[in-house]
């Protein structure tokens, strides 16, 4: 399993289990990275943090930055409000193999509605972590057992304004491991503006719930994710910048960059610094994308290297609507609010013409 996708588990769910990364987490005061940081009393402790990771290989090209920029059925895994970019119905999926013996699997579906301009989406992750050899207090081997995660939302996102949306996902997700099994209900809330070629962002994931394993709970890992990003057309170029407080790890900074040439290939580059985190974070390094699509079918690659294999990120989306026309453009432009009903005709006055 790969530096991105730790999980941190309570030691209890498994004995023999190695303990869960305990690293001291940390929050900023005030938004400010740089000014004096405190242990959370939440690190280490946090359940079902697969549920952090993106959907999008696009995202993770650029180093996971994806709050403020992502206009894709799979940004909406990192901010809802992404959703309602979208002109017409979506399908995305993608797979990652985390490690040898495990992978993680997301599919997702949706599109803007007929119903007050409300965009809706479906979405799964399946997580197979692989075999682990269990063994008893005293260290003896009892066998081996498997362990997987499961999660599917429901995310519903809407145009506040010509320029501004807003989304939450509501997400059910199941934790096995051997005979232990967890679950619980959790939100996202988030919100996106576009100002010319800058655009923000804020997301709240994992907002509230716990989750529940015979008798004990444990907390969802909650984030808090600032975006912000900058478009160049004439150059085909968008810069995005991304700073996350997790509860359960220390705070980071994901930043990238992506060129794009004639809506056809797409290259990426991208890095992510855990601030406060160890100097050797396997978290902490580069990235590396690039995507390549045309007639709404859109293929995205990303890599980031560690000190162990890396980790390979393919995802996929395909926009029906521009496929059955041909590749007749549909472009992602601000979406348009909910056209206000009409005023019902005034009868005339009594006496009148």
Do not use: C
Request: glycine share 14%; charged share 15%; proline share 7%.
């Amino acid at each position: 399993m790969t530096s991105a996708d730790r999980v941190h588990r309570p030691a209890r769910l498994g004995a023999g289990l190695p303990a869960s990364l305990l690293v001291a987490a940390v929050l900023v005061a005030a938004l400010a990275p740089e000014r004096a940081r405190a242990a959370s009393p939440s690190a280490g402790t946090t359940s079902a943090n697969f549920l952090l990771l993106s959907g999008s290989a696009r995202d993770a090209g650029l180093g996971g930055a994806g709050v403020a920029w992502s206009d894709e059925i799979g940004g909406a895994t990192v901010n809802p409000a992404a959703l309602a970019w979208l002109r017409g119905a979506e399908l995305g999926f993608g797979h990652a193999p985390t490690d040898p013996n495990s992978s993680r699997e997301w599919l997702a579906f949706g599109g803007r509605t007929r119903w007050q301009g409300l965009h809706v989406a479906g979405g799964a992750v399946y997580h197979s972590l692989g075999s682990f050899e269990g063994r008893d207090a005293l260290g003896n081997p009892t066998g081996t057992f498997s362990a997987s995660d499961l999660a599917a939302s429901v995310t519903v996102a809407r145009a506040v304004r010509d320029a501004a949306t807003a989304g939450v996902t509501v997400k059910y997700a199941r934790e096995d491991l051997s005979a232990v099994t967890g679950s619980g209900v959790t939100f996202d809330l988030g919100g996106q503006l576009r100002l010319g070629p800058a655009a923000f962002g804020l997301a709240v994931q994992n907002l509230g719930g716990s989750m529940r394993y015979a008798g004990s709970s444990y907390p969802f890992p909650r984030n808090v994710g600032l975006g912000a990003s900058v478009a160049l057309p004439a150059y085909g170029v968008r810069m995005a910048l991304d700073f996350n407080a997790p509860a359960g790890y220390t705070n980071d900074v994901r930043g990238g960059v992506e060129w794009t040439w004639n809506e056809l290939v797409a290259l990426r580059a991208g890095y992510r610094k855990e601030l406060g985190g160890p100097a050797d974070d396997l978290l902490n390094g580069p990235t590396f994308g690039l995507g390549a699509g045309k007639n709404g079918m859109w293929l995205d690659y990303a890599y980031s290297p560690d000190a162990n294999t890396g980790e390979h990120r393919v995802s996929f989306r395909l926009q029906p609507g521009r496929w059955r026309a041909g590749g007749e453009e549909m472009r992602q432009a601000a979406p348009a609010p909910p056209e206000p009903k009409p005023a019902p005709a005034k009868k005339p006055a009594p006496g009148t013409a």
